[in-house]
């Protein structure tokens, strides 16, 4: 929701905490969709080094989840190594995009590659390679009918025709382009085709041609807010003018062209400015959730390590009311040796019934726990009013994840008696047959 507004340091905090989530959960299939999305927005401003570690993880993920179609992990990757300067890296991933995209016939992969790869040959100087491709895109944009994307192909190849100096096919283009706009009001593309057109007129010397049409591409630029194109189509109105003895015409459209540029400086200092403080607020965000993510891990820690003592006290008294139980069956098996002999055993399993009964172990027991789930029994009477205070003690040793063994030797009592309490509980808490009692007490809190 955050990244259609540009606010990426919120997006970000928020994707870095569902990353440590998902981390958390094993859950790859999520990270590999949060670390690409965080590849992508600080692509969008402009960090292009994390967008790499980003994309470069997401895209590892996706292989080894064995994701079908890694089209545009490679095309992500293949940007932004261009946007990094390395050139061959970006080809190698770009041209696999492109054998990717083709073996499954995914059109839209086919066409985005070979246009990116168009574009990395014109700066390489591969203009013949370029136009390949370029042609390649347009049957697919022709054929499916994807109309702007026809539009601006025929756009590169006037503009590309135009670098190899041959004026005649780039006018051409640029006419079929145009043709495409108005026919189907693709009317954002209108300004930008009357400056390239502007250029190779003015280049051809044919001042009278060019004049009007960057004259009607002002007025659409300006119409549009398109700064950019409205400056450049003022100085080549200037350039047209100068040229045909208007220097008072041409002093205008300059001096506009030069208003422009310093607006579009200021902006895109601004935009700068704009830019670094979002990495920064990035930086402050994720030092601050990392903080949060330390001290959660802290405090986790802790509590695991208090949950483990507390169940080893619990196991404890399990161990120690089952030994007494072992002890009272032998004594009670033991021949009564008269009078003397009967009473003393009487009075070892008396003593024995007390230490097996013994309410502080309990009270030391229900201390920790109230320590560390405090407000458990509280809420569990809270929500389920019928239950015992045995019941309520067999729900704590349940949520310890102790057996049925272990909380009737904690409790002194059978393991039947055990069975008994869970039925009722389950009953009292209204439970169906597929409900898990014990999960039920652990989601308690």
């Known amino acids: 929701?955050?990244?259609?507004?540009?606010?990426?340091?919120?997006?970000?905090?928020?994707?870095?905490?569902?990353?440590?989530?998902?981390?958390?959960?094993?859950?790859?299939?999520?990270?590999?969709?949060?670390?690409?999305?965080?590849?992508?927005?600080?692509?969008?401003?402009?960090?292009?080094?994390?967008?790499?570690?980003?994309?470069?993880?997401?895209?590892?993920?996706?292989?080894?989840?064995?994701?079908?179609?890694?089209?545009?992990?490679?095309?992500?990757?293949?940007?932004?190594?261009?946007?990094?300067?390395?050139?061959?890296?970006?080809?190698?991933?770009?041209?696999?995009?492109?054998?990717?995209?083709?073996?499954?016939?995914?059109?839209?992969?086919?066409?985005?590659?070979?246009?990116?790869?168009?574009?990395?040959?014109?700066?390489?100087?591969?203009?013949?390679?370029?136009?390949?491709?370029?042609?390649?895109?347009?049957?697919?944009?022709?054929?499916?009918?994807?109309?702007?994307?026809?539009?601006?192909?025929?756009?590169?190849?006037?503009?590309?025709?135009?670098?190899?100096?041959?004026?005649?096919?780039?006018?051409?283009?640029?006419?079929?382009?145009?043709?495409?706009?108005?026919?189907?009001?693709?009317?954002?593309?209108?300004?930008?085709?009357?400056?390239?057109?502007?250029?190779?007129?003015?280049?051809?010397?044919?001042?009278?041609?060019?004049?009007?049409?960057?004259?009607?591409?002002?007025?659409?630029?300006?119409?549009?807010?398109?700064?950019?194109?409205?400056?450049?189509?003022?100085?080549?109105?200037?350039?047209?003018?100068?040229?045909?003895?208007?220097?008072?015409g041409a002093l205008e459209h300059y001096q506009r062209y030069s208003e422009l540029r310093n607006e579009l400086f200021v902006e895109d200092q601004r935009q700068a400015m704009v830019q670094a403080h979002i990495r920064l607020e990035v930086e402050s965000s994720l030092r601050e959730a990392e903080e949060h993510r330390r001290e959660r891990d802290r405090l986790e820690h802790e509590l695991a390590v208090k949950q483990q003592e507390l169940t080893a006290v619990a196991l404890q008294i399990a161990k120690q009311n089952e030994t007494l139980g072992k002890l009272t069956e032998q004594l009670r098996v033991l021949p009564a040796g008269g009078n003397d002999g009967k009473k003393k055993t009487t009075s070892i399993l008396q003593e024995i019934d007390r230490m097996r009964n013994n309410t502080n172990d309990w009270k030391m027991f229900e201390s920790q726990f109230d320590a560390i789930h405090a407000g458990f029994n509280a809420k569990l009477l809270e929500n389920y009013p019928l239950l015992t205070p045995k019941e309520v003690r067999v729900c704590a040793l349940m949520k310890l994840n102790l057996s049925s063994k272990d909380i009737a030797n904690t409790l002194a009592i059978s393991q039947r008696t055990v069975e008994v309490h869970r039925l009722q509980i389950r009953k009292k808490m209204k439970l169906k047959q597929a409900d898990n009692l014990a999960t039920k007490l652990v989601a308690i809190q």
């Open 1 to 248: 929701s955050y990244l259609p507004t540009a606010e990426y340091a919120k997006a970000l905090t928020i994707y870095t905490e569902a990353l440590d989530l998902a981390t958390r959960l094993n859950d790859d299939t999520t990270r590999e969709l949060i670390l690409g999305n965080m590849g992508l927005s600080y692509r969008n401003i402009g960090d292009y080094y994390r967008s790499f570690k980003y994309q470069s993880e997401s895209f590892e993920l996706a292989q080894k989840l064995g994701t079908v179609d890694l089209t545009p992990g490679y095309l992500n990757l293949g940007i932004v190594y261009w946007e990094l300067n390395e050139h061959d890296k970006a080809r190698e991933y770009l041209e696999k995009a492109l054998e990717l995209a083709t073996a499954v016939n995914d059109v839209i992969g086919i066409q985005k590659s070979l246009l990116n790869l168009s574009e990395l040959d014109e700066t390489d100087g591969k203009l013949d390679e370029a136009l390949e491709k370029c042609e390649r895109a347009l049957v697919i944009a022709k054929d499916y009918d994807f109309r702007n994307e026809e539009a601006k192909i025929l756009q590169r190849f006037a503009t590309l025709y135009g670098l190899k100096e041959d004026y005649k096919s780039a006018l051409r283009y640029f006419d079929k382009a145009l043709e495409l706009s108005v026919n189907y009001d693709l009317n954002t593309n209108i300004p930008s085709i009357f400056q390239l057109k502007g250029q190779l007129l003015i280049l051809q010397k044919q001042f009278e041609e060019a004049e009007p049409m960057l004259k009607e591409g002002v007025a659409i630029a300006k119409h549009q807010g398109e700064k950019q194109t409205e400056a450049e189509l003022h100085q080549l109105l200037s350039q047209c003018l100068s040229a045909r003895g208007d220097f008072q």
